[in-house]
């Protein structure tokens, strides 16, 4: 097994990923930032990225370095596609990260929406002052949990189900 030991993103960036993981699993964020990435070879982010290349043919990647946005509408409406059938927190709290980045390079940014193309509906995502500070504070308490020396908790065995660290938690 291999066992991460140190950050692997010095430069301090948070990118929407970061933040994903932060809301979903904060052990998740310190595997993911100390280069544990076992998703990069799971069936299941293969199957999200085919979903995400299949669902939207009009539309262009916004990269910013720490984040890949999906697209951005006139407006400016960051657009965010998931492959799951249940909208979670996680995903706005992605998205109100993206609205972050994008203003603070002086876009005068709208809102948000995620897609879920398998169930057919979208969520708006606010962006105001308090989904500002939302943001804001997800940046913060990212940092924080990439800069602890030991990994968090292992959430309740239950809430782990299709999570590509398994092997890593529970010996899967
Ligand atoms: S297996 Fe569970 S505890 Fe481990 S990173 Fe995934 S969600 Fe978190």
């Known amino acids: ?95 109100r990260h993206y609205c972050l980045l994008l203003e603070r390079r002086g876009v005068s940014v709208r809102g948000g929406v995620v897609h879920y193309p398998l169930i057919r509906r979208t969520t708006d995502v606010t962006w105001n002052a308090d989904a500002r500070n939302q943001a804001e504070q997800s940046e913060s308490d990212a940092r924080m949990v990439i800069a602890t020396r030991t990994a968090p908790d292992r959430l309740e065995r239950p809430a782990c189900r299709g999570c590509s660290h398994l092997d890593y938690c529970w010996g899967d």
């Open 1 to 95: 097994m291999n066992t991460p030991s140190r950050a692997d993103d010095q430069d301090g960036q948070i990118g929407g990923v970061h933040i994903k993981y932060l809301h979903h699993c904060p052990r998740q964020l310190w595997l993911y930032a100390r280069g544990y990435r076992p998703e990069q070879r799971s069936d299941l982010v293969a199957f999200g990225e085919t979903v995400d290349e299949t669902t939207f043919t009009r539309r262009r990647d916004i990269d910013l370095g720490e984040a890949k946005i999906d697209w951005v509408t006139t407006g400016a409406v960051v657009h965010e596609t998931k492959s799951s059938r249940a909208p979670a927190p996680a995903h706005d709290a992605q998205v």
